[in-house]
């Protein structure tokens, strides 16, 4: 569950009555900070002024390193994010090994993923290049929008399950396309608990990919990342 929210509003008591909502939490079990800056529209185009504060659970910590690692993430975004004058909700989850950021907007998350998802590719560079920096530590740092990594992870699990149910009817192999390294990643771990099929990796850089083959004693030791 997030424990830490950054939200904008017209009023403070606007922004704090939705962040209260979506942490599932009342006044007195969190603190509130308003932060300094406010930003106006882009160029005028996305609206006025709005206020932004940060709502954090008074018990709540961030696997990236506390409320310190939470407040870095929260400021690196809001700079990035800043600079569009988008009003948005930001809110901090642990999992089993990265620190996930989900970001809603108001209706601009298009244009925050991009195309093919590259806009949001680079806004998690950046805030993983600029949060490591900072801080002089290293932790992964998935961000999301409006749950666009999350649907695209469920779905590549379950055409993974799917394709190595038909590699374990058929016994011939199946290639995905070039995917990065979490979603090779993520396609290794659900193929993982077939006994007879297995994933291995081939190609370079870009290109690599992944293959779910029937596994034999030839394919054990093929790389798998």
């Known amino acids: 569950m997030a424990n830490s929210i950054e939200i904008t509003g017209k009023t403070i008591d606007n922004a704090l009555e939705k962040a209260l909502k ?26 006025g002024k709005m206020v932004r504060i940060r709502v954090t659970r008074k018990t709540g910590k961030s696997a990236a390193g506390g409320d310190e690692g939470a407040d870095v993430i929260q400021s690196v975004i809001g700079e990035v994010l800043g600079f569009m004058g988008v009003a948005y909700t930001l809110t901090i989850e642990e999992s089993e090994d990265t620190t996930f950021v989900n970001i809603n907007s108001d209706g601009l998350d298009g244009l925050l993923i991009g195309r093919r998802g590259e806009t949001l590719a680079s806004i998690q560079h950046v805030v993983n290049r600029i949060f490591t920096k900072r801080t002089g530590r290293h932790s992964k740092i998935t961000v999301d929008v409006g749950g666009y990594v999350r649907r695209k992870h469920r779905l590549l699990v379950e055409k993974a399950q799917k394709l190595a149910e038909r590699v374990s009817k058929t016994q011939k192999e199946y290639d995905f396309e070039p995917l990065k390294a979490s979603e090779r990643r993520i396609i290794h771990l659900a193929v993982a608990d077939f006994d007879d099929v297995t994933t291995y990796t081939i190609g370079d850089g870009l290109l690599r990919k992944v293959v779910i083959s029937p596994k034999t004693s030839a394919t054990e030791d093929l790389p798998r990342d």
């Open 22 to 47: 979506d942490l599932r939490a009342r006044k007195d079990e969190v603190d509130i900070e308003v932060l300094s800056e406010s930003h106006s529209g882009l160029l005028g185009i996305f609206g």
